[in-house]
């Protein structure tokens, strides 16, 4: 692939093209709009280069086809949206705490429930944290270009293999269907992470036993002669199930510090004209397309406005929100909800500088006209 393969492509396209350079061989899914192109695309593309895919019989069996999958040593991913999102909770805390790399992408839609299938929203934000039960951290990235989905697939593959844990792309309605220009990577040149391998021999191997200081165990796939017992419950070393309350704090915590110790290799963030900033936009999303263009025409009126657009949703960035919070008067959270981001804003910003939200919940995206008149009102 040439350095210049310039394409004009879909969001869903992009998904499955940086799925693919990133290594995926599995594709497990059910189809629900918006994000069904995921699934036909990768339908169409894994079985030419040797992967698997599958359509299941519901979003439970998907994500579990999955796990078996990652279990395996496949890289796999699947696709939702929605009602499909919910449904997929029980499996995205198996993998949590079985630590089973893979990858759920979440097209957002208007909810609850059925909703507005094929309008744009962005009332996942809070689900894609909190949605499985249990005291846990989740990696959760949302582009908001065609380019950026594609280079965000292939992140999110990276931090699944990395850390062991699944990640979630949180997209929504319009990044999923809009179409853009896209110079394709030379796929050579890119970065791929792929999960540890057992260095012991199988009579010593413990599948979650952590050492040399790093709190990711290493992985082997099932079939490789190596004793593996996974899951759902507590459990030891060994992957056995345990009551112990010692053990139950020891391997919780791990599972929630191999990511908030990390926050400088997770954490990623796009920071426009906030220089000379004295007061900021946090969007995110399509929505920060619009907070750009709003940015634009506010600063030819002679506001100094900048914005602050979270990659990394979670965990969220918050050594730099509070860096932006001492600097500036204002924030205002823009989002296609009634104020879930907002919320984590407030809690990390709100000591320092007034902090401010705009939402909708209309299945139309923001306008720009709407985050002006918004930002004058004060």
Same mark, same amino acid.
């Given at each position: 692939? #040439?350095?210049?393969?310039? /394409? ?13 350079? #990133? ?11 918006? @994000? ?7 339908? @169409? *593309? ?25 279990? #395996? ?7 939702? @949206? ?17 630590? /089973? ?45 065609? *380019? ?8 999110? %593959? ?75 419950? /507590? ?10 309350? @010692? ?60 914005? %602050? ?23 205002? /959270? ?39 008149? %918004?930002?004058?009102?004060?």
């Amino acid at each position: 692939m #040439a350095d210049n393969n310039v /394409v004009l492509m879909q969001g869903n396209e992009a998904c499955v093209e940086g799925a693919l350079i #990133a290594g995926m061989k599995f594709y497990a899914g059910y189809p629900i709009t918006p @994000s069904t192109e995921i699934a036909e695309i990768s339908a @169409s *593309k894994l079985p030419k280069i040797g992967g698997k895919f599958i359509q299941m019989e519901d979003e439970i069996a998907s994500i579990s086809a999955v796990i078996g999958a990652s279990l #395996a040593g496949n890289k796999a991913m699947t696709a939702t @949206s929605g009602p499909g999102f919910s449904l997929k909770q029980e499996g995205i805390g198996y993998a949590i705490i079985a630590e /089973v790399p893979c990858v759920i992408v979440n097209v957002q839609r208007g909810g609850p429930s059925t909703g507005l299938p094929t309008s744009p929203a962005q009332g996942d934000i809070m689900q894609a944290r909190w949605g499985t039960h249990g005291e846990h951290s989740i990696i959760a990235l949302c582009p908001s270009t065609v *380019k950026e989905v594609l280079d965000v697939t292939i992140r999110a %593959f990276n931090l699944s293999e990395k850390y062991r844990t699944p990640v979630i792309i949180l997209m929504d309605e319009v990044v999923g269907h809009m179409r853009e220009k896209v110079e394709l990577p030379n796929p050579s040149k890119i970065e791929i992470y792929n999960r540890k391998k057992p260095t012991s021999s199988p009579d010593d191997y413990m599948p979650y036993k952590v050492k040399d200081g790093d709190i990711v165990p290493e992985m082997p796939s099932i079939g490789e002669g190596y004793r593996y017992h996974v899951t759902g419950l /507590v459990h030891d070393e060994y992957g056995f199930p345990t009551n112990d309350s @010692s053990i139950a704090e020891k391997l919780i915590t791990r599972l929630v510090e191999k990511i908030e110790s990390n926050l400088d290799d997770i954490v990623e963030y796009e920071e426009y004209r906030l220089a000379d900033a004295d007061e900021a936009i946090i969007a995110y999303g399509s929505t920060a397309r619009s907070a750009k263009s709003a940015i634009n025409l506010l600063r030819e009126k002679g506001r100094k406005i900048g914005l %602050f657009r979270p990659i990394t949703i979670w965990p969220s960035p918050k050594q730099q929100i509070e860096i932006l919070a001492k600097k500036v008067k204002r924030i205002s /959270v823009i989002e296609m909800n009634l104020g879930q981001y907002y919320l984590e804003i407030d809690r990390i910003a709100g000591k320092y500088t007034n902090v401010t939200k705009y939402g909708s919940v209309n299945g139309e995206l923001i306008s720009p006209d709407e985050i002006i008149s %918004f930002i004058e009102e004060d």
